[in-house]
């Protein structure tokens, strides 16, 4: 079994910025992609932003030169730095992970979601 685990959620002003985390722990062999998504109310889930084991990313467009994604390999944590937040960034935001649990095994996990609420 793999968890993840979001932080870093909550209310802020727009303009202002906010600092999401997610850390994995289970039964973890290695962890190739890792990313960000959001669902707004009412809105299907979308993807905001992802980053390989290499550290390759990819963002949306909408988030893009705003959000910056990394990940520290060593503590099997990812983060979200939201800059600039603007109140259409308000969503519960989830992070997953592509995650090998042996040799053989793998599958695509998910976190229980963090409260992102931008205020105009």
């Known amino acids: 079994q793999v968890q993840l685990v979001e932080s870093g959620g909550g209310l802020v002003q727009a303009g202002g910025s906010l600092r999401l985390s997610c850390a994995a722990s289970g039964s973890i062999f290695s962890i190739n992609i890792m990313g960000w998504h959001r669902q707004a109310p009412g809105k299907q889930r979308e993807l905001v932003a992802t980053?390989?084991?290499?550290?390759?990313?990819n963002y949306a467009d909408s988030v893009k030169g705003r959000f910056t994604i990394s990940r520290d390999n060593a503590k099997n944590t990812l983060y979200l730095q939201m800059n600039s937040l603007k109140p259409e960034d308000t969503a519960v935001y989830y992070c997953?992970?592509?995650?090998?649990?042996?040799?053989?095994?793998?599958?695509?996990?998910w976190g229980q979601g963090t409260q992102v609420s931008v205020s105009s």
């Open positions: 997953n992970a592509d995650v090998l649990t042996s040799w053989t095994a793998r599958g695509i996990w």
């Open positions: 980053i390989s084991s290499a550290g390759d990313t």
